[in-house]
C-alpha cells in the first residue's frame, strides 16, 4: 500500500511539471502573439493602454484553447463556468499587467515595462489556471 502511494506522488509530481512546463511553452506562443499584436497597434499610433488591453485579449483566446486541451489534457467541450472562470482569472491578471506597466513606463519605457508586467502576470494566470479554471475534480 505504501509503496503505491509513492509512486502516486511521483506520479503526480511529473504530471504537475510537465503541465508546468507546457503552460510556459504556451506562454511564450501566448506573449509572442500578445507581443505582436501591441507592437503592431502602437506602431499604427494606437495609445499603448488600449493596445495592451487588445493584445492580452488576442493572447487570452489564444491562452484558453491551447492550454485546455493541451497543457491540462480536457477532453470536454468548453462549458460556461469553466469560460466565466477563465475570464475572471485573465481579467485579474490584466490589472495586475496594467498596475504594473502604468508605473514603470515613465521610467522605463514602454517595452521594458511591459515586460515585467508580463512577468507578473504570467504568475498569476498560471496560479489561477491550475488551481481554479482547469482543476480536476
Known sequence: MMKMEKQDKRDNRKNGLLEFVKFNLVGIVNTLVDFAVFTVL???GM???LSQVI???CGVVNSFIMN????FGAKS????DEILKFIA???VSLGVSLTVLYPLKP???VFSAKIIATLFSMMVNFLGSKLWVFKRA
Open 68 to 71: 485546455k486541451y493541451w497543457t
Open 107 to 109: 521610467q522605463l519605457g
Open 55 to 57: 493584445s492580452y485579449s
Open 42 to 44: 502602437t506602431f499604427f
Open 89 to 91: 482569472v485573465n481579467v
Open 47 to 49: 495609445h499603448y493602454m
Open 77 to 80: 467541450t468548453p462549458h460556461g
